[in-house]
């Protein structure tokens, strides 16, 4: 029933999956603040999926929101870890423009999972270097799940660097995620990045 | 040619008939009794023997970052694990998923719940009792009034009135109860049909086979088959409920296996903690009133 509630609450958080990640440089966040930048950012969530809006113009919304809302940049780096370091400059880049591109994709592919959701704020608690508020997110026909919104200060306004789900970091998950295509290629970065590429392929085919 | 029957003796074979179908039923049902012991105590011996037949190769320590990130990945048998998840995972895709699939067809959500709390409910002794091996005696008593209401009032556990009484669920297993007594979570495993869990994690799955309400009533054909109609609702149920979040992972994560593994790990190691954060006082408040 745990796994349940935790998988559920997955499905929730699932638009930003391939995106959570912590920022080196963060400043934290006072508890008010990041609960007023949480609600404001669901609230504009909310609009966007429940609107009669055509599922191409949501997602070009969500794009935007997302880019707007979440550290896309700093979690590209949280995610590649200790491979950091083995990239060229240009395989940096390249990194880069994938990982928003997956991001991009795993939006459009979550919009109907998320038709209907409302969501109410709860408190707000600081969590090692991140301000983290509690948010109850509630779905048609399922159980309400709980889902922790992991806020930082990046370049002077609050940004979303983790989502938590009954304990479970995404932003750990996914960094795992990548880990495991560069172990299971002999260590080989450019394995990663040929993944990244092959997925988008993949789902830019299947569309 | 005489036949002569002796009527005295008509009856003994008649009863020793009897005698023989009821030894013959007995016997059908300790096989099958003894099929699942076997199946789930075996389970994990052979896994670990079979395991040990494919292991993953350590870099050399020369490599500290590696060599760290390798301990830390703590998955020595990585290709068997990964040989069991893609059985695993052609299993699902050809035979879980299309049931489950059936199944959402033909139920609502609403049933699925109901369907959800009546497992949940069965679990709640075995709960109850690692909650006591645990030394969470208060939290062992929310188990048990959890099943005391929600088989009474709650029409044997259809209905979860408890969590409206303030009784709220609190999930824990054999593997937690180890991990309380300072057994490290150790390697992990795929294992194939159950799926991802650990060398620590591994025995809850013959502990949860004994530890349901059924064990304790005496054994006979009916309850052999409500054991496994009850399995296998529960198998169907919990996939059910899984459909959306699998196809998810499926679709978006480069490594689903590794995805898998490490929302597993971060799962267990969130109910141990939760477990102990929620570590309230063990006497009721009476006992020592507050100052």
Known sequence: MYF?????????????????????QAQTVAPDAARAFIQQSGQQLVSIVNSSATQAQKADQLRDLVNRIVAVDQVGDYVLGRYLNALTPQQHQQF??????????????????????????????????????????????????????????????PK??????????????????????????????SALLDAMQGQITRIANAQ | MNIKYDLSTLGHEHAAEEAYKVRLQKTNDTLAVQAKRVCCLGAPALLLATALSGCAHAPPRADTAAYEAYQQQNDPIEP??????????KIDRYAFKPVAQGYVAITTQGVRNHVGYFITNIG?????????????????????????????????????????L???????????????????????????????SG??????????????????????????????????????????????????????ALDPYATFRSLYRQSRASELQQINQRNVLTQPDWVWPAH
């Not at chain 1, 349940?4 to 080196?24: D, E, Q, S, T, Y």
């Not at chain 1, 983790?162 to 260590?187: E, F, K, M, P, Q």
């Not at chain 2, 068997?80 to 995972?89: P, S």
């Not at chain 2, 091996?133 to 009474?152: C, I, M, W, Y």
């Open chain 1, 4 to 24: 349940r509630r935790f998988i559920l609450g997955a499905v929730a958080a699932a638009p930003l999956l391939a995106a959570m990640a912590g920022a080196a």
């Open chain 1, 96 to 157: 880069q423009t994938l990982f928003h591109q997956l991001l991009s994709y795993n939006i459009t592919y979550q919009i109907k999972a998320y038709q209907g959701i409302s969501f109410t704020v709860n408190g707000a608690a600081q969590q090692g270097n991140d301000m983290v508020v509690d948010t109850t997110i509630t779905s048609p026909g399922k159980q309400p799940a709980d889902v922790g919104w992991a806020v930082d200060e990046i370049d002077g306004s």
């Open chain 1, 160 to 189: 979303i660097v983790d989502v938590i789900v009954a304990g479970t970091s995404l932003r750990i998950t996914t960094r795992n995620d990548y880990a495991g295509v560069i172990t299971d290629h002999g260590g080989q970065v």
């Open chain 2, 80 to 89: 068997t694990n990964r040989f069991f998840y893609a059985v695993n995972d």
């Open chain 2, 124 to 164: 709640e002794p075995a709960r109850m009792v690692n909650f006591m091996f645990e030394g969470k005696s208060r939290d062992a008593g929310t188990s048990l009034v959890r099943f005391v209401v929600n088989s009474t009032i709650g029409i044997g556990g259809i209905f979860d009135p408890a969590t409206a």
């Open chain 2, 166 to 196: 303030g009784y709220q669920e609190q999930d824990t297993d054999f593997g937690m109860t180890l991990a309380e007594w300072g057994v490290a979570e150790g390697p992990y495993l795929y294992l194939p049909v159950f799926g991802p």
């Open chain 2, 199 to 252: 060398a620590r994690d591994v025995w809850n799955i013959p502990v949860e086979f004994y530890a349901t309400p059924m064990e304790l009533a005496p054994e006979s054909a009916a309850l052999n088959d409500f054991g496994w109609a009850q399995t296998g609702l529960h198998l169907i149920n919990t996939r059910a409920e899984y459909i959306q979040p699998i196809d998810q992972i499926r679709a978006t």
